[in-house]
């Protein structure tokens, strides 16, 4: 098993990053992750991080949807990492 981490990043529309931020607070995964972790930055931008134990870094493991297209600028950007330590 390894430590798999998925990245779900997304920028708000004009003024809505507080909303876009509740919006993937509220989100509910088909399963808990090991970890969660939610970040806003400049630019009205929202970061999701959630850790998964995984047999592979390609594993089918639950990810944060799209949000309404009115909500954000651009499509979701979406990264996955393994854990090398």
Request: net charge negative; no cysteine; glycine share 4%.
């Amino acid at each position: 098993m390894t430590t798999v981490t998925l990245m779900w990043e997304a920028r708000a529309a004009q003024g809505r990053g507080a909303e876009l931020l509740e919006w993937a607070r509220a989100q509910v995964l088909a399963r808990e992750p090991l970890r969660r972790e939610l970040f806003r930055a400049p630019g009205d931008r929202v970061l999701v991080l959630t850790w998964w134990e995984a047999a592979a870094l390609d594993a089918e493991l639950p990810e944060l949807p799209e949000p309404d297209a009115e909500l954000i600028t651009r499509p979701v950007h979406r990264w996955r990492f393994e854990s090398v330590e």
